[in-house]
């Protein structure tokens, strides 16, 4: 789970937009895409800058500052829950939530063209 925001979710709202049963009018939508990107920038930004913290120093030629050292590597780069782990997290979860707007987006504006041809297709009485 991302700050509180289950990746899961997004993934449901990209399959409910894909399907058509969610749409986003486009002024709300404006905007987001470009949110989106920002965001990507500044984690991609972040994701470059932590790579300075994969091989620390200074914590001495003693073993206890040898497994320091290797326990504080972990933490950025090849644990679990590492800094390149969590970051790459949420820059899956934000390309994920553009891709639901974008199609959000286009549902409706279909939807809105098939409702605008229906009454182009219309005969009025006369």
């Known amino acids: 789970m991302i700050a509180g925001v289950d990746p899961a979710e997004w993934q449901k709202l990209l399959g409910q937009a894909n399907s058509g049963q969610l749409s986003l009018d486009p002024e709300i939508g404006k905007g987001l895409d470009k949110v989106c990107d920002d965001y990507l920038d500044r984690l991609n930004t972040l994701m470059k800058s932590s790579a300075r913290l994969r091989y620390l120093g200074g914590f001495g030629s003693f ?5 320091l050292q ?6 950025a780069f090849g644990g679990d829950q590492s800094l390149e782990i969590v970051l790459q997290q949420h820059m ?3 390309k994920t939530a553009k891709e ?3 199609k959000a987006i286009s549902n409706f504006v279909g939807v809105d063209q098939q409702n605008a041809d229906g009454y182009t297709n219309t005969e009025v009485p006369k």
């Open 92 to 94: 899956d979860a934000v």
């Open 63 to 67: 073993q206890s500052g040898k497994d």
């Open 70 to 75: 290797a326990k504080f590597s972990k933490k």
């Open 100 to 102: 639901v707007v974008a």
